[in-house]
């Protein structure tokens, strides 16, 4: 089936009172931007608010209200997405102990869930190496942030998985502060987590196969097949239906008063050859693969939804040496890629990098003020 690709770019962007910023607005070029400054002023947090309005959170903090500027009480983000003769302003709208709202086109959704998956993003991070340095959740996350932007019914199934997953930990723990326990209201969970569980499993299968050749595709390239990266899906459910490894778990679940098994316990292995990626892979390689699993993340929603995400690209080539830097750019550069977003330090860095990718920019000088200044 051949799908329509579409470009979409985000037109322009209006803050107030996020993170350290009072109030800005800026108008974006659809093909690059850069945000350029010292260390601390604020490029990143621009991105940030481009993530909001895409996925309706922030990357790297999920307490709306601490995103606020310090000593104000609301924050508002807005933008424009564009795409082709199609414009949708969206609006978020953050209060201190109030539920966060956000429109489009001035209709307010009633569920959150419905406005992810319309303007697809991808965002490059030095966090990222949680992906490799932290535990399976971080991995998890990865994975369902990644289906989520395509497949409404798997986050649907994911909340139900998670919501009986807490109620059945809250039960277990009930329990053991008493003699005996309920078969029938722990199997009333267990039948939810079964049923749902089943079904993220095999989206999860799906997924990673499809991933897989992107990503090998995109660590060879940047790399220069240097050496040979592998991602291995780890589930229970490779060698036990959901109700087997429920039923095997009861007596362990009991005696320690939570829900020991199941795709909640789903990781991801990462090697190189033969070995473990977080033992054996230095910075830079260990770096190669957070960007060539991230850049799989951009292809993986491109071709199965036929949008193009934004990409972000938040300080990416520090310890990157120059030839891993040169690959990088050569593949954002070309025409599979659409609007994109850079932060850089230097200056002179980046107007080498602007040289090499040879396409339409526009660069933000971020003062220590939080004054914004567009460079002619």
């Not at 302003?89 to 959150?112: A, D, H, M, P």
Request: aromatic share 10%; charged share 25%.
């Amino acid at each position: 089936m051949n799908i329509t690709v579409c470009v979409m770019y985000l037109k322009n962007l209006s803050i107030i009172n996020f993170k350290n910023y009072r109030e800005n607005e800026l108008q974006f070029s659809e093909k690059v931007n850069c945000f350029v400054g010292d260390n601390g002023v604020g490029k990143t947090n621009l991105l940030d608010a481009i993530h909001y309005l895409s996925l309706c959170k922030s990357y790297f903090n999920s307490i709306d209200s601490q995103n606020i500027t310090y000593s104000s009480d609301f924050s508002v983000i807005q933008g424009t997405f564009t795409e082709g003769e199609s414009e949708d302003t969206v609006y978020c709208g953050i209060q201190r102990n109030k539920r966060k709202i956000f429109k489009r086109n001035k209709k307010e959704y009633e569920r959150l869930s419905d406005h992810i998956g319309l303007f697809p993003l991808v965002m490059i991070s030095p966090s990222d190496s949680n992906l490799i340095t932290g535990g399976g959740e971080d991995r998890r996350r990865f994975i369902n942030s990644v289906i989520a932007q395509y497949d409404r019914s798997y986050l649907e199934n994911l909340l139900m998985y998670n919501r009986a997953l807490s109620q059945r930990n809250r039960l277990l723990k009930d329990l053991g502060n008493t003699p005996g326990y309920d078969k029938d209201m722990l199997g009333i969970w267990d039948e939810q987590l079964i049923k749902y569980g089943e079904k993220i499993y095999m989206t999860r299968m799906d997924f990673i196969e499809k991933v897989q050749p992107l990503f090998s595709e995109y660590y060879s390239y940047i790399s220069s097949d240097r050496e040979k990266a592998h991602l291995i899906y780890e589930s229970q459910l490779f060698s036990n239906d959901m109700r087997d490894i429920i039923t095997r778990s009861l007596r362990k679940d009991l005696l320690y008063q939570f829900t020991t098994a199941g795709i909640h316990k789903d990781d991801l292995l990462m090697k190189l050859g033969d070995h473990s990626l977080k033992k054996t892979g230095s910075q830079g390689q260990q770096k190669t693969y957070q960007v060539a699993l991230k850049l799989a993340k951009f292809g993986f929603i491109k071709n199965i939804t036929g949008k193009t995400p934004i990409l972000l690209l938040d300080d990416i080539f520090d310890k990157f040496d120059m030839f891993r830097v040169e690959q990088i750019i050569k593949l954002v550069a070309n025409d599979n890629f659409g609007q994109i977003f850079i932060t850089d330090t230097n200056r002179e860095h980046l107007k080498k990098i602007l040289e090499r990718i040879r396409s339409e920019h526009k660069v933000f000088i971020i003062h220590t003020n939080q004054k914004i200044e567009e460079l002619k």
